[in-house]
């Protein structure tokens, strides 16, 4: 396994990392879990991604239990939760969803019960809420950390302008400021990560722990022919991404891009993978698996990386044509 | 004349606002710029906005002659200049641009010796430096503040991150940082007004002067047609400008905006002058008038922006299509 | 006993104290500690020196055993650990080891664990971490003590260049810098803290508890015939101390030093622990004896100190010749 | 010529830069120094250093003649003084040499109208002063730049523990701290450049404008049969240069390196001056050319440097074998 320093910070994460994201509850269970955490540990996984919306706090519960299961030494690895969406659904009261001190706060207090740990290593704000000023984020945040609850705090789907505010907050009160941001990034969104974050990565020394590497099963080729049942594009409540994804021109190129993965002895979801951790500003690519064949074969993306010379680089350019476009001064 | 308050500084500015970028020296002589500022004093406009590289430096001059002639009461009125592009053309050498202390310094002692004036109203860096830190730009416009050389200072084409930063520096040096920037801003162009700089409004009390209101002469109708020799699009040196708006489809959505302007009554480009301004957020939008009539025409701008009323305004957008898409969380 | 302030700082350290570097576990056992601590003790040393990586955590866990036996009044004693090394030997897995929040967090935390204290006097950086910004360090150790679980914090081996940076950065967010430096120091070893450091002492009041006073035992003179079996540079592991200090020429010193021990009435190595607290800015010499009788012996120092006057140092300077040169300005 | 950023400044100093250090008043007069600077200027130099002290006050007033003469464009040269040793010689008063914010201003004031210029572009601290706070320094300093006095202030001869105290008064006070040191630097010379400042180049972003490329002149070669009359070793008041680099050995090296020069076609002095500039964090080197065809010569150091491939950088190591030993951990 290859570990990325975590922007500027000195926490180093596995290039792939772990994540529960509406893989737990709905889809799979305890014994599966287990399976599934204990092959990413062993291949050298150091971080579990989490958040207090995903499967409404059953995420937080299983991962909990697992761990504590494994019994594995907590400076082994890192865990993390997030904070906006609340957990209740539509039952979220005033106060129990956003940003500000009190959930912020109490979201916390819940996510170390669920996941049964002292500290949270990574705390995100899940989105951006603007009915709460930055500036108690960041103090909330800060004191979160002077208390000992969480180590490092990071942002997901922000603005650079929402992230550099943060910054701003932080410099100017001598706070603790944002480490990191969880952006989706693959092959088909790359504009954040590669234009929009691009000066800070420099500035302000941001790391990116970056989901939807497979632009949600797009990129393993498997709905070429139509979405089947049972897969995640066909579950209930996923028909943004259905007509956000379902796109005939990006099916076409995925199946260009297939031809590259075969030329390459690989998959087409272990190179679009791979294609995500060959950016250096990214830290870590969070996998979501839900069954042991593919986590293994995901993991296969650290043997694809060193096959990533420029000549495929371009290759796989000219196939997706989707690089960001900069000013021109 | 309406005026404005400059983001949250204590300025006010006119609305409409006259600029002298590419419109000097070349196409035009000192008898035609006395006429035209004194038209555009005399009804009121407050601001001549004005760079070191307009004209390579004979735009300020030619400007600071009228303005010493006229000799209008030098609190009646602001002006400014821009730094970053030098102003000798090829000939230019290390440090005789960018953002350095030393090009921010030297370009400002210059524009003063240009225009005659003791002071500059504002001051911009004229595209954001990747070689110059952030830092050293703001406490060099701070400096120069301090010095009684400019009164206020800001930016222009800088991203949303890139304010942002300068705002983070200020703060943490207690310094004081931008107060505006100068976008381009038009109906074919609203991204960065609409979505880029959205909440910077806010949060840092951003003001706006904005350039190319009517999109290079795009909105005014006159390309409906071809490109007529003589015209601005014509001029040698702006092929970039014919490649990047010559397109047919902005042509025909500017025919659908002229039967909406011949319906209120006015022209295509006072009618696009009034839409800008419509936006709380523009301070003001800079004319770049050649002709005198044209001047007059785009004046009565402040006639049309009552007649902006929310039907006209979603007619527009139905025409345009223009409307940034923000995130939906 | 004689006690110093550490730095500027209020507290008070033994000019002389006890360390267990490669003393504990590998050579010893629990009765003998416990003699060896008690004569401390007894004799008015009042700071006791540990680190996680000292016999992988069996120092800690042993000497923590002999605190809670010997039951003395916590406010009656210091106790220190050091993170960077980490105690896992070869196991050690990323974040286990180095300056990240994580690490300094959880080393502090099992370090509290291992010494059954609730707090530790001192906290230590044990080495310099090229892979963690400093500010990320200073951040840290500063929470550390505002959640009440160390009282100071220092470095260990740090050059002036990185303990002024510490002290930047502490400065500029109004946080705890570090109090004390912990350098090797002895009569072969001047450079650092005579040269390298001399400014620090006055410009941020820097302590020092310096190790290695007689130079991995060289400056005892027992190795004047050769190194006998089961001497510590006898010892498996400790090839590199061989090969750096066993040099004819220093021999040559240490026999001259001993006729200057003798003339005094007493051993080379009383002479030369003498000899470094001679220096005020050393504010504590760590005694790493493993015999009850080479303890004994070595707070003899003491009395050895008045004796080295101004003749007597000069004589020592024209045998060992290691006087650091400065600039002539 | 190339030109590099002085450290992470905005500010452009050519690789190469022209330097009148004992060069110019005791050895020659107006027409040759026109010259000189004439063949600096057309080759790219846009860097002239200077220093209160250089000539006693004699050099200043010399290049201050000839920059009048020039007439140069202001923007196109830098120019700097340096204050410390004052220029009274044996009759300097108490306050007419050090650092205090009397004597800064003062030598400031002086050395502008010994230069003819409205500002310095880079002002230097000769040398540390123990006896004025380096507080008082960087308030000093930083009031000259918002005074318009100075652009870039800097230090020479200073340790990275003193440089590293005027950052930590800069950033606790939130004041421009120093953009660059003058170390002397060359292939004798390393230890400074290469080991103690090694950090610095990262941390605080340190310019270097390097001084005695040639090692007093020893790089040349032309010491190898000893000392001639006339040279600058044979001249009065160098007897310390005398002692410190007439050494059997260093002249055995320079034959060696003599060798690799003609291999490369070119001169020792040439090779010695590119092999400075290879390292990048070395800004600028200072020449300190005295005759007309030495300068021709010395340029030619940037059509050697693209020669110093791998191989022969170690070569070079391997015979002068000055490489600086960095700790192990």
Redo the contacts between chains.
């Keep these: 396994m290859e ?1 990325r ?1 975590l922007g ?5 994460l ?1 290039v792939l990392s772990f994540g529960s994201w509406v893989t737990f509850h709905k889809q799979i269970d305890d014994k599966l879990v287990d399976n599934l955490m204990g092959i990413a540990y062993d291949n050298g996984i ?1 971080f579990f991604d989490n958040a207090e919306v995903y499967a409404l706090g059953q995420s937080e519960l299983m991962m909990g239990r697992i761990l504590k299961k494994k019994n594995w ?4 690895y ?1 865990v993390s939760s997030k904070a906006y969406f609340g957990w209740r659904g539509k039952e979220n009261k005033p106060n129990q969803t956003g940003l500000s001190r009190k959930h912020l706060t109490e979201a916390c207090h819940e996510a170390l019960q669920r996941l049964q740990v002292d500290y949270l ?1 990574l705390y995100f704000c899940h ?1 951006p809420d ?1 009915n709460t000023p ?1 500036e108690e984020v960041v103090f909330t945040m800060n004191t979160l ?4 609850k969480i ?2 705090w990071g942002t997901s ?1 922000w ?7 943060a ?3 932080a ?2 009160y ?1 706070l ?1 400021g944002p480490a990191m941001e969880q952006p989706e990034y693959n092959m088909f969104n790359r504009e954040k990560v590669e234009r ?2 691009s ?2 990565y420099k ?1 302000v ?1 941001l790391g990116t722990t970056i989901w939807s590497p497979l632009a949600s099963g797009l990129l393993t080729g498997k709905y070429n022919n139509g979405i089947p049942e049972g897969s995640r594009l066909g579950l209930e409540g996923f028909d943004w991404l259905k007509d956000k994804t379902y796109v005939s021109d990006k099916i076409e190129k995925v199946k260009q891009l297939t031809a590259v993965a075969e030329k390459l002895g690989t998959t087409t979801a272990t190179l679009s993978i791979a294609w995500c951790v060959k950016n250096p500003n990214v830290t870590t690519a969070i996998l979501g698996a839900t069954k042991e064949s593919q986590l293994t074969e995901n993991l296969k993306a650290l043997d694809v990386l060193p096959l990533l010379n420029d000549e495929i680089m371009q290759e796989i350019e000219g196939i997706m044509q989707t690089a960001p476009v900069f ?1 021109q ?1």
Tied chains: 1, 2, 3, 4.
């Design positions: 570990y320093r500027k910070t000195g926490l180093q596995s150091n030494d907590r400076t082994s890192t290593d989105r603007k930055i950390i002077q208390q000992g180590l490092y789907e603005s650079a302008q929402e992230i550099m505010e910054h701003m907050v410099r100017e001598r603790i929009e974050f000066q800070i500035t020394g000013p001064y």
